[in-house]
């Protein structure tokens, strides 16, 4: 049974399927569209950094109350300054929090955290007790399978087990390492293999611990198979490119016995949102650039997408850029 401190009165979270945390694409919008589309799959925030909670001018944690279940996805090192963010990420009603030991960039290196903290799991364990130490909501760690030449089983299992002792008990696997140098972050996402039999061998060998997997998955289909061996999938470009596959997971991923939304059907829903962002003054092609895959293989997609792109940034533009976007795709 989970060693995690969660609240004793909430249900535990349901870890079938969630949504990659990734930067600039699952922004708060993107998120409510996935909503609509499923009552129970778990969302993740873009990564935030502590420094940006912490000094930062704007409000980095402000979510829209339908996206519940929500994780927040933090990136640090710092425990003190995690705990910081943790106790605010607790008072503003996230379900839980997550801290990002995948990222490769050089950026995040130089802060020294991201995937780099693989090669310190006893700064990670101090910053999940730091954390867990506040909160009383999961904190959970999403990791890679290993980091340059540090790449054995035993080197993630050693990670793997001194978190574990910190008291996270929920680890998202990337099922590919990272090179710390040499590649973008757009290649470290594509260039090192995937490796899923590692993350099969993780669950095995520590049946406790939930493991969810992430990497490469595209369909329900593919959840499926990892479902028999896992407790959860993590699905980012392709629930991002192709979102409209979330439309099922209610259904084929958790057993819920209820209709799907059509495609149109999710867009008639999604209608009022945007009209309120844009009486508030917002931008329409701040939500409309999360859109352009709903239509992904139907007719007319790439007219749909191209009428949006070419259209939504202009200044004044409204729900009538959609609703010709639309009509293009059938006329
Ligand atoms: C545009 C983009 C931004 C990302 N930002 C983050 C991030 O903020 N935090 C994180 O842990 N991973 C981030 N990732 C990695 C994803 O969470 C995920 O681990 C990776 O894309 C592999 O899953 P996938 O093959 O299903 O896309 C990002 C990925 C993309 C494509």
């Known amino acids: 049974m989970s060693s995690q401190n969660t609240k004793s009165s909430v249900k535990p979270l349901n870890r079938t399927f969630s949504i990659a945390p990734m930067l600039d694409w ?24 502590t420094g940006a909670i912490i000094h930062g001018k704007g409000d980095y944690l402000a979510y829209n109350e339908e996206e519940h279940p929500l994780a927040l996805q933090l990136g640090g090192s710092n425990p003190h ?22 990222c490769p960039s050089d950026r995040v290196q130089s802060g020294r955290f991201g995937a780099c903290l693989m090669a310190e799991p006893s700064l990670v364990a101090e910053c999940v007790t730091a954390m867990r130490a506040v909160a009383d909501i999961p904190v959970t760690v999403k ?19 001194t978190v574990r002792d910190a008291g996270c008990d929920t680890f998202i696997v990337h099922a590919r390492k990272a090179w710390l140098q040499g590649l973008s972050p757009k290649e470290n996402r594509e260039i090192p293999p995937l490796d899923y039999d590692r993350v099969y061998q993780l669950k095995r060998d520590y049946p406790d611990l939930s493991i969810s ?24 470009r392709e629930a991002y490119q192709n979102p409209y ?14 209709p799907v939304l059509s495609r149109d059907a999710v867009l008639e829903k999604f209608i009022p949102y945007i009209e309120k962002h844009l009486q508030a003054g917002g931008r329409l092609n701040h939500i409309t650039r999360h859109m352009t895959g709903l239509f992904q293989g139907e007719v007319g ?14 200044p004044g533009s409204g729900i009538e850029v959609i609703e010709q976007a639309r009509k293009n795709m059938t006329s």
């Open 245 to 258: 596959i979330l439309a099922k997971v209610d259904q084929q991923l958790c057993g819920l016995d209820k």
């Open 26 to 49: 699952t922004d708060r919008h993107y998120r409510y569209l996935a909503r609509l589309m499923s009552a129970e799959l778990l969302l993740y925030t873009e990564m935030v950094t």
């Open 301 to 314: 997609s790439r007219i749909w997408r191209r009428y949006i792109s070419e259209n939504a940034h202009k």
């Open 81 to 102: 300054d995690l705990a910081i963010c943790a106790k605010q990420a607790v008072e503003r009603g996230y379900d839980e929090i997550n801290l990002n030991v995948g």
């Open 213 to 236: 997997i992430n990497g490469g998955v595209k369909s329900l289909e593919e959840c499926k198979v990892h479902l028999v061996k896992l407790d959860g999938v993590m699905v980012g």
């Open 143 to 161: 990791t890679r399978i290993g980091i340059d030449e540090q790449d054995s089983y035993e080197f993630l299992t050693e990670f793997v087990e």
